[in-house]
């Protein structure tokens, strides 16, 4: 249970995992790589089986099609717990986020179950976007600190967790397989009492490919929110159910 292992999804990304790969390999951390790729048209798959065959740490999943941003990050929690991992780092491969974030990551994960990259402690995290993708992005943080009352950044997606700090059912009641994965896991975590810590970081506009959220994606995420909000009596019981069996199961 001392192994890590960062996990990155894709969708059509071949100009870009050539490179983090690379970034990623010269910082020298000794964790694993999972590459979780949606059935890419332009080849992103057979290029990361490539990269797996002449490296025995990386691993690569492929799926049948694109079937959700949210989806590929439960599949691969549920598989590092499966596979025993400590501790679980997610990040985007479009290289807005910067793997030389990740020893600031791994230093908070010795005080917190998660770990955030927050776009909203430094005041220009965000200056390279253009001004459709900063109002999304400020949008979603007023909505969810305001309506959810998840006072962090709760729709990015460079994370940490500590698994062996977490309870896997949690992960059992997030519902949304598109990017309301994000805000709802949070939402999950926070009243499930969870230490959580953010490191800020600043993103550059994408350097390749382009930006797979539609507008269904964020229609779909603002009826999540609501739903979230609606149910909030009835899902935070069932948080406290799985944590009051928990602590059984530790007392016992």
Not at 24 to 37: E, G, N, P, S, V
Not at 144 to 157: K, N
Not at 165 to 177: A, H
Request: aromatic share 10%; glycine share 6%; proline share 4%.
């Amino acid at each position: 249970m001392n192994r890590v292992l960062l996990f990155i999804p894709t969708y059509n990304e071949r100009e870009n995992v050539e490179r983090i790969y690379s970034l990623i390999q010269a910082l020298r951390l000794d964790l694993d790589l999972l590459f979780m790729d949606d059935n890419s048209p332009d080849g992103t798959g057979q290029i990361l089986d490539r990269l797996a065959a002449a490296d025995p740490r990386l691993r690569v999943i492929h799926r049948a099609g694109k079937l959700g941003i949210g989806s590929a990050h439960k599949q691969a929690i549920a598989w590092a717990t499966q596979h025993q991992y400590r501790i679980l780092i997610t990040m985007d491969c479009d290289l807005t986020h910067s793997p030389e974030h990740l020893p600031v990551f791994l230093r908070h994960a010795e005080n917190a179950a998660v770990v955030l990259g927050s776009r909203f402690i430094q005041a220009e995290s965000l200056a390279d976007w253009n001004l459709f993708r900063k109002f999304l992005t400020h949008l979603g943080h007023f909505l969810t600190r305001h309506i959810l009352r998840v006072p962090y950044d709760a729709t990015g997606a460079f994370r940490l967790y500590r698994l062996d700090r977490l309870r896997p059912e949690l992960f059992t009641l997030v519902e949304s397989d598109s990017y309301a994965f994000f805000f709802e896991s949070l939402y999950v975590l926070c009243h499930a009492g969870a230490q959580i810590r953010e490191v800020p970081i600043a993103l550059p506009k994408r350097t390749y490919g382009h930006s797979k959220m539609a507008v269904r994606d964020v229609l779909g995420s603002l009826q999540r929110l609501l739903a979230l909000c609606g149910r909030s009596f009835r899902y935070r019981a069932r948080i406290r159910q799985i944590m009051s069996q928990a602590h059984a199961g530790n007392q016992g």
